[in-house]
């Protein structure tokens, strides 16, 4: 069956420390595939997405995600943290039937 | 985990006609949900946030008149789309949360107006 793993559920790291947040995905071939992030209190924002092309994908607030099919992840990266990025991040895709899939978060702790 | 039932999950309807869409927090209070609009192959976009109780906030370039949303109690938020055309065919989403807690989804709504 189609679906989204988000391996971790809470993570805790430094700020200015490096972050990886985990994306998992199952399928017989390569979905769309998105990142979004929520803050408090907020709605979901579209940090990053990848259809083809370059495995390597920038978006907003200094995040990057690899799309790497030979582990069917895109995982998502950011080289130093900052408070502000404090939030719940989650992985999604499009399987080929326009419905979009979840995982089902990553909460991310910044300590001082 | 929490569950959020969203109903229903397919719907083709007759232009002119109006649409509800269910979105239910089945075992937790939701003090805030959201509504997404998701087009084929795009990022969501966020609708409107509703607050039970009070008026849903809308985003800008939403039309309130269109997207009818109400949030009765704390445990249900509708949709209704009013009058609804073809371009209104579109994926919709709902979201659950409680205050500082996670986000959770509805299994979403596939609406195709002919």
């Known amino acids: 069956a189609q679906s989204v793993t988000q391996p971790d559920i809470h993570i805790t790291v430094s700020e200015g420390a490096s972050l990886e947040l985990r994306c998992n995905y199952s399928y017989g071939a390569t979905p769309y595939l998105f990142w979004y992030v929520q803050s408090p209190g907020q709605g979901l924002q579209l940090l990053l997405k990848?259809?083809?092309?370059?495995?390597l994908v920038q978006g907003i607030k200094g995040f990057e995600a690899e799309f790497k099919r030979s582990q069917s992840s895109f995982n998502l990266r950011k080289p130093s943290v900052h408070w502000s990025d404090a939030a719940e991040y989650f992985c999604a895709a499009h399987f080929g039937n326009e419905k979009l899939t979840f995982g089902t978060g990553t909460r991310l702790t910044i300590i001082p | 985990g929490a569950v959020v039932s969203q109903h229903p999950s397919w719907v083709i309807c007759k232009s002119g006609t109006s649409v509800k869409i269910e979105c239910r927090s089945l075992d937790f209070q939701a003090t805030t949900m959201f509504w997404y609009r998701q087009f084929p192959k795009q990022s969501l976009m966020l609708m409107a946030t509703?607050?039970?109780?009070?008026?849903?906030?809308?985003e800008q370039g939403v039309e309130k008149d269109k997207f009818l949303i109400n949030h009765a109690s704390l445990t249900l938020s509708t949709l209704t789309v009013t009058s609804a055309h073809p371009e209104d065919s579109s994926f919709y989403i709902c979201s659950a949360t409680i205050i500082n807690e996670k986000l959770f989804f509805g299994s979403g709504t596939q609406l195709s107006v002919l």
């Open positions: 509703s607050n039970e109780g009070s008026k849903a906030t809308y």
């Open positions: 990848y259809f083809s092309g370059d495995t």
